[in-house]
């Protein structure tokens, strides 16, 4: 895992070290500890979709209600009909590949198992961003959609409290539950020690009447850094200006590990 991550942070620093990020809207990085902020660039409290960073949330419902088990049950199989827009997504899933792979349709199924109350009733207890989980206007799709570029929207700074509520242990939720999370969660560990956890996230942008733009993208890459007694949050947010043909999760990700090392070797 060591090797590995270490030569995909080699190619990372070389294709975005010494310039930024053209479409880098937010980076946020903090000690989780001190509650102190380390770098800050960009709009960092405009609220957008979580995308599939949600799913950071939806671990902690889904180890804390018993719809998961653990990192290998329940490994769920895929059916005709279930969102599968990525190769990966058409097969069994578990709640290790589920983080690994971003599966929307095992989410949607924890959501469904939920039920609306149950799983506003977690929203509203995490505070988490607006809150909303209405869904699409007029469409009635809030409990699988809502934070699907949608009406559940939250900002890198609300990112970042809802971390550190995780680091900290603060959230109503079970031990297994943040001890699973933080398992699936792994990222791989940097050659000097940190060890990563993380989540990316992409959707569509929103245009101004808040209809999504198909050919701009939105990508998040957000999470935590460990090292012995030491946590930094780190925080990663990009929108594309135009149509790109990688995923924009994907390239916060590799600007975000590209940048990592030399943040965290002043800590």
Same mark, same amino acid.
């Given at each position: 895992?060591?090797?590995?991550?270490?030569?995909?942070?080699?190619?990372?620093?070389?294709?975005?070290?010494?310039?930024?990020?053209?479409?880098?809207?937010?980076?946020?990085?903090?000690?989780?500890?001190?509650?102190?902020?380390?770098?800050?660039?960009?709009?960092?409290?405009?609220?957008?979709?979580?995308?599939?960073?949600?799913?950071?949330?939806?671990?902690?419902?889904?180890?804390?209600?018993?719809?998961?088990?653990?990192?290998?049950?329940?490994?769920?199989?895929?059916?005709?009909?279930?969102?599968?827009?990525?190769?990966?997504?058409?097969?069994?899933?578990?709640?290790?590949?589920?983080?690994?792979?971003?599966?929307?349709?095992?989410?949607?199924?924890?959501?469904?198992?939920?039920?609306?109350?149950?799983?506003?009733?977690?929203?509203?207890?995490?505070?988490?961003?607006?809150?909303?989980?209405?869904?699409?206007?007029?469409?009635?799709?809030?409990?699988?959609?809502?934070?699907?570029?949608?009406?559940?929207?939250?900002?890198?700074?609300?990112?970042?409290?809802?971390?550190?509520?995780?680091?900290?242990?603060?959230?109503?939720?079970?031990?297994?539950?943040?001890?699973?999370?933080?398992?699936?969660?792994?990222?791989?560990?940097?050659?000097?020690?940190?060890?990563?956890?993380?989540?990316?996230?992409? +959707?569509? $942008?929103? @245009? =101004? &009447?808040? /209809?999504?733009?198909?050919? !701009?993208?939105?990508?998040?890459?957000? +999470?935590? $850094?460990? @090292? =012995? &007694?030491? /946590?930094?949050?780190?925080? !990663?947010?990009?929108?594309?200006?135009?149509?790109?043909?990688?995923? =924009?999760?994907?390239?916060?990700?590799?600007?975000?590990?590209?940048?990592?090392?030399?943040?965290?070797?002043?800590?």
């Amino acid at each position: 895992m060591r090797t590995r991550l270490a030569l995909s942070l080699a190619i990372s620093t070389l294709l975005f070290s010494g310039s930024a990020f053209a479409g880098t809207m937010c980076t946020l990085i903090t000690d989780a500890g001190a509650n102190k902020v380390i770098k800050q660039e960009g709009e960092c409290d405009q609220r957008l979709s979580p995308a599939s960073t949600f799913k950071i949330a939806l671990s902690l419902m889904g180890f804390d209600s018993g719809f998961l088990v653990d990192t290998k049950l329940p490994a769920l199989p895929f059916h005709e009909g279930y969102v599968a827009s990525i190769a990966s997504w058409r097969n069994t899933t578990d709640p290790t590949s589920w983080m690994k792979n971003s599966v929307v349709w095992y989410s949607q199924r924890l959501t469904e198992w939920l039920g609306t109350d149950r799983f506003q009733r977690y929203v509203t207890e995490f505070k988490y961003g607006n809150q909303d989980i209405s869904g699409d206007k007029g469409k009635d799709n809030g409990l699988t959609n809502s934070w699907l570029s949608s009406s559940l929207k939250i900002s890198p700074q609300e990112q970042t409290t809802f971390l550190r509520q995780i680091i900290h242990r603060q959230l109503k939720v079970s031990p297994q539950a943040y001890d699973m999370t933080d398992e699936i969660l792994k990222v791989g560990t940097l050659p000097d020690g940190w060890e990563i956890r993380g989540k990316t996230g992409s +959707g569509n $942008a929103l @245009k =101004a &009447d808040g /209809t999504r733009d198909p050919d !701009r993208q939105l990508g998040w890459f957000v +999470g935590w $850094a460990k @090292k =012995a &007694d030491k /946590t930094v949050i780190f925080v !990663r947010n990009i929108q594309d200006d135009k149509k790109q043909d990688s995923f =924009a999760s994907i390239r916060a990700r590799e600007s975000m590990m590209a940048d990592l090392p030399a943040i965290l070797s002043n800590q």
